[in-house]
């Protein structure tokens, strides 16, 4: 089954995955995973055993667990053009891989994965305002543009969570949300460019 643009909020497991187990496959979508606890591995998301169980620009914060804080990744399992961010745990605050099989692809993450392989990367994604629930990019976001359409999942939706599209500027950002560009189009009546001139101006901190 799927998960399409759904957010997962506030939850507790006294053993694993706090947030969504994936242990026989399964797919989530556009999806926000925030502020889930978990006793012992996966505060936000645990792929257990599931080698064709994907994440697929999916962001996940706040979360926390012992082991694999934002996601636990036991054996197997995919995560594409996902933000896993600023959760907390003794071993693996964001990611942690246990065995082996599991594929890690242009995804920010301060730690279980190499910055510059697979598209990696792990500097701060810089949300807008995750303290107050805000998990959209801001302008100086270095995940904007840093996903791989290949891997978006515009077969399942066109839109991101918020329902904006979901590529922008030709490709895909990292996480559940698409940093939208404002456009405004001025005909000033003064000044250099008065006259019938026309000032395209662009503002990407909307």
Known sequence: GALNSCILR??????????????????????????????????????D????????NCTISGNSADTGGGVEL???????????????????????????GQTVRFTCASDGVTNGVN???????????????????SA?????????NTYAPTNVTPYDLAGNPRIVNGTVDMGAYEKMVVTATVVPSNGPYAGGNVVV??????
Do not use: Q
């Open 10 to 47: 506030g939850n507790t497991s006294s053993d694993g995955a706090g947030g969504a187990s994936l242990d026989t496959g399964g797919t989530m979508n556009n999806c926000l995973v925030v502020g889930n606890t978990a006793s012992s591995t996966g505060g936000g998301v645990e792929i």
């Open 49 to 56: 055993y599931a080698g064709s169980a994907a994440l697929n």
């Open 74 to 100: 036991y054996e197997g399992g995919t995560l594409n053009n996902c933000i896993v961010f600023g959760n907390t745990g003794i071993t693996g605050k964001d990611i942690h891989k246990t065995f082996s």
């Open 119 to 137: 598209g990696c990367i792990t500097n701060n994604p810089l949300f807008t305002d995750a303290g107050a629930g805000d998990f959209r990019l």
């Open 140 to 148: 100086a976001s270095p995940s904007i543009n840093a996903g791989d």
């Open 201 to 206: 101006i662009t503002n990407c901190s909307e």
